[in-house]
């Protein structure tokens, strides 16, 4: 089946989902989550899967953020719609997956990016990778649970750090901190992440979609929620709109 901005294929036992928008360093915009949405869905429907790879196309990104065109003239009530829309349909998705998602993370993975990123159970990056959660800078919060996962993976203090400067970090320090397992060149992530789901596969797929559950079940939900709010309300701001201008016109904010 082919999707809008996606390239799918499988090998086998191991379905990759490839985001192809390479001339926009595949910024995520509404088709594309759509299609993330079906291509997720349909993989882990399909029997013969036992896990798969996210990565972006190109050598550049990941994915380096949600398209900003596409929201900027959105009020409080269509920001919090996109986040809520956002997490239901794909976020939360991925994150429940009964099935092991590797993000193999082969450049820049900022904001929704990382926020898919963050979304995996498993995280590879490539040595050059670059990863942020740059949402401040245009008067906005990460709305894709950016701040509960991050913050999950490495604690309150380093999460705090990463999302309130909203400067990248190296791959280095991102394995430091336990944000990403494993730091491996180029040539080496899709096999790193192959062999890794290989090895997964070999195991009970029921222990495993068991051992998913068990693992989430332990985390708390709450904050998702007030994040999507505290989102949202960031749109009704002069610090929105003056950030997203900003952007736009390629200069430095002034808050």
């Not at 809008?4 to 985001?19: A, K, T």
């Not at 990941?62 to 398209?67: I, T």
């Not at 159970?121 to 740059?134: D, Q, S, V």
């Amino acid at each position: 089946m082919k999707y809008q901005n996606l390239l799918v294929h499988d090998e086998s036992q191991i379905r990759h989902i490839v985001i192809n928008r390479v001339e926009k360093l595949n910024a995520l915009n509404k088709p594309t989550l759509a299609a993330l949405h079906e291509a997720v869905k349909d993989a882990l429907a399909e029997p013969n899967v036992r896990g798969i790879i996210l990565t972006g196309a190109g050598d550049k990104a990941f994915v380096a953020g949600a398209d900003i065109v596409e929201f900027a003239t959105f009020n409080a009530v269509q920001g919090r719609e996109l986040a809520q829309e956002g997490q239901t349909n794909v976020f939360d998705i991925i994150h429940h997956a009964s099935k092991p998602i590797v993000a193999a993370i082969n450049g820049y993975a900022l904001g929704g990016g990382l926020e898919l990123a963050l979304a995996c159970h498993i995280r590879l990056a490539t040595t050059y990778a670059k990863l942020g959660l740059p949402e401040v800078s245009l008067g906005l919060i990460p709305g894709y649970g950016g701040t509960q996962r991050l913050t999950q993976l490495v604690g309150r203090g380093k999460a705090m750090e990463i999302i309130l400067t909203g400067d990248m970090i190296s791959a280095d320090e991102a394995l430091r901190a336990g944000l990403v397992n494993y730091v491996v060149e180029p040539a080496d992530l899709l096999p790193k992440a192959t062999h890794m789901l290989q090895r997964i596969a070999s195991r009970s797929p029921n222990a495993i979609a068991a051992a998913i559950r068990a693992v989430n079940a332990g985390l708390p939900q709450h904050g998702f929620e007030t994040e999507i709010k505290e989102f949202g309300k960031c749109f009704d701001t002069p610090d929105f709109k003056e950030g997203v201008s900003a952007f736009l016109e390629k200069r430095k904010p002034n808050f």
